[in-house]
């Protein structure tokens, strides 16, 4: 049977809000607190949305202190979500959106039951109309640097309707081609953060421009 995501209205603004910044950025951290420290640079940097993944320790912590200190300018996601327990818990620490590496049926029919914007990875197109059929409107493609910008193009043109958002892999010189490609947005971790550290970021001033 197929499963539709509830109250729409919030799901298509998480997923607009997405689409106009262009770009999620991870945050994978050893500690609670460095997670945290992470975060807040992001945000001061003026990342508006946050992906905290839940192999981080205390990632419910870590969102909900988040939660608790921005604005409702900002979305705070969870991500690397893995079980029911983990979709649940995200849920309840005031997650904006979910994210998964994977879409086992189970994992994401326990990810929907969340009624928030649902982000399952996928990678090939039997993944992806797995997914569709279950009412999903965008889907995390994982892991995109196997893929590729010319991958994702091909991917458009069955599922037109479907925004994808690649992740894994991607660095800053890569985002152009992605967009290009047709990306919704993208997820970017590691390279973002270094970009941020060595004040290097452009990505803010590009993300602006319309999707293809």
């Known amino acids: 049977?197929?499963?539709?995501?509830?109250?729409?209205?919030?799901?298509?603004?998480?997923?607009?809000?997405?689409?106009?910044?262009?770009?999620?950025?991870?945050?994978?951290s050893q500690g609670w607190a460095q997670a945290l420290q992470t975060s807040r640079a992001l945000l001061e940097s003026g990342q508006n949305?946050?992906?905290?993944?839940?192999?981080?320790?205390?990632?419910?912590r870590v969102i909900s202190t988040l939660k608790a200190e921005v604005s409702s300018d900002v979305l705070i996601g969870a991500g690397t979500i893995c079980s029911a327990h983990e979709a649940r818990a995200a849920a309840d620490s005031g997650a904006d959106f979910l994210v998964s590496p994977g879409s086992p049926p189970p994992l994401l029919e326990a990810m929907l039951a969340t009624e928030l914007l649902v982000l399952p990875g996928v990678m090939t197109p039997t993944e992806i109309i797995d997914a569709r059929a279950q009412g999903v409107a965008a889907v995390k493609l994982f892991p995109a640097s196997l893929i590729g910008p010319s991958g994702l193009a091909i991917l458009r043109g069955p599922f037109p309707d479907l925004a994808f958002i690649p992740t894994g892999g991607i660095t800053m010189d890569d985002v152009d081609a992605w967009l290009d490609a047709g990306a919704h947005a993208v997820g970017l971790g590691n390279s973002l953060r270094a970009s941020e550290e060595t004040g290097n970021s452009s990505f803010p001033n590009r993300a602006a421009r319309p999707r293809p």
């Open 1 to 28: 049977m197929t499963r539709r995501q509830a109250s729409p209205a919030s799901i298509d603004d998480v997923l607009a809000r997405i689409g106009e910044q262009k770009l999620v950025a991870v945050v994978r």
């Open 49 to 60: 949305i946050l992906e905290v993944t839940y192999t981080t320790p205390e990632a419910s």
